[in-house]
């Protein structure tokens, strides 16, 4: 593959940072941080939808610009550059969409991608289970068929945005006496229909993101159901791979190792020459290769998608090698600052300050490094831990056996 950019692309690029010069000034962060969640501005993204830019890559049809998906994977990395509030229609336009492409009918596509693009709609991610995590199969929500309609019994939990989404994207099994694995559908649940219940869980640091969601006899037409029932197993593996492959992430990261770097740049002249310090650039060199590698390696997943590939396994690296970079990068961080480093102030969000980034992204700011720390230690278990990644990579990728 070609690593170089085309010039129309370079010039995208540019348009995209212009855009995000223009919308993001510090009255928006102002208004953001007095009126909105972190991370979650409704407002931006009918911004960025009124360019056509929530689906890129997408079909004309849907509301899309029928570009490629390297557009579209340079869209994604100059937001989360920028530290861009996404929360709104993230869920919706990276991972739900892209499988309702696959696997939805005429009608799904028609109803849910015109008002993804456009904003209107989003999406929260109604997968984990007080039982279920990475071990996803073990999902115990009931949708039992009765007559066009699904009833839904069950819970979900760590539900992302739950309480200001529009529709759950909800794993249910269908066939209790199927094998876990084959007994499983996937289907659009409304948030506001009767007998779901969203509650809030309050993270470590006192912010208000995750939710637990109960679903109490929740009917919803047979027709919310995506691809074939007793198949969501399958659907909900691609849409893994499409919120594992985000370049965004990556964005992030190289985000973080910038404000790394600006805190070793403001260290005291007497440190400098230590031997101690020295000791942390070397460190700090190998990060930056890490993160350098990781970048690399998402490119890659761009370029295979957009030659009409589906990666797998190629995404499970993506995903681990930037998860542990991050941890590694944090813990330096903190290890660096010494007892200072744990610093943590009540309420900051810790993505909202040097540079105006206000996504939440978690890298360290005027609160100190603690919430970044705390924030990364799911890091490596969220969206697919990494030993169940080890063992994609290792099985799809390297051919190994099970077991």
């Keep these: 593959m070609d690593f170089r950019f085309t010039p129309e692309q370079e010039a995208f690029r540019a348009e995209v940072r212009a855009f995000l010069d223009e919308t993001l000034t510090p009255a928006f962060w102002a208004h953001h941080a007095a009126h909105r969640?972190?991370?979650?501005?409704?407002?931006f993204s009918m911004a960025a939808a009124a360019r056509g830019w929530l689906g890129i890559a997408w079909p004309k049809q849907y509301g899309g610009q029928g570009r490629g998906t390297i557009e579209q994977m340079i869209y994604m990395e100059e937001m989360a550059r920028a530290g861009a509030p996404q929360e709104h229609h993230r869920r919706a336009v990276q991972q739900v969409g892209p499988s309702i492409m696959l696997?939805?009918?005429?009608?799904?596509?028609a109803e849910y991608l015109p008002g993804i693009t456009a904003a209107r709609i989003s999406f929260a991610m109604g997968l984990s289970e007080p039982d279920a995590g990475s071990d996803l199969a073990n999902v115990q929500t009931r949708a039992v068929r009765d007559g066009d309609e699904y009833v839904i019994t069950g819970q979900k939990r760590f539900t992302s945005g739950a309480h200001y989404s529009d529709y759950l994207w909800t794993v249910a099994r269908t066939d209790p006496d199927a094998p876990k694995h084959r007994g499983i559908s996937m289907i659009i649940v409304p948030l506001d229909a009767p007998g779901v219940t969203v509650r809030p869980l309050i993270d470590p640091m006192g912010r208000y993101h995750f939710n637990e969601v109960y679903l109490e006899g929740v009917r919803v037409p047979a027709s919310n159901r995506v691809g074939e029932e007793n198949?969501?197993?399958?659907?909900?593996a691609a849409t893994m791979d499409f919120e594992r492959s985000g370049i965004a992430r990556i964005a992030s990261l190289r985000r973080l190792l910038d404000r790394v770097l600006e805190a070793m740049r403001a260290a005291p002249a007497w440190r400098c020459g230590t031997p101690a310090h020295h000791r942390a650039r070397a460190q700090l060199a190998e990060l930056a290769v890490a993160v350098e590698t990781v970048t690399l390696l998402a490119y890659r997943v761009g370029w295979l998608?957009?030659?009409?590939?589906?990666p797998n396994y190629e995404v499970s690296m993506v995903k681990n090698l930037a998860a542990e970079t991050h941890q590694r990068l944090i813990n330096f961080a903190v290890n660096y600052h010494g007892l200072a480093g744990l610093f943590a102030m009540q309420g900051t969000d810790p993505g909202s300050s040097a540079g105006g980034g206000g996504g939440g992204d978690d890298d360290g700011a005027d609160g100190g490094w603690g919430p970044a720390y705390v924030a990364a230690i799911p890091a490596t278990i969220a969206q697919g831990s990494s030993e169940i990644n080890r063992n994609v990579i290792a099985t799809r990728g390297l051919g190994l056996p099970l077991g």
Excluded: D, L, M, T
């Design 37 to 43: 969640e972190p991370g979650w501005s409704p407002e």
């Design 103 to 109: 696997f939805g009918s005429e009608q799904q596509k």
């Design 231 to 236: 198949r969501g197993w399958y659907v909900n």
């Design 305 to 310: 998608q957009a030659a009409g590939k589906v």
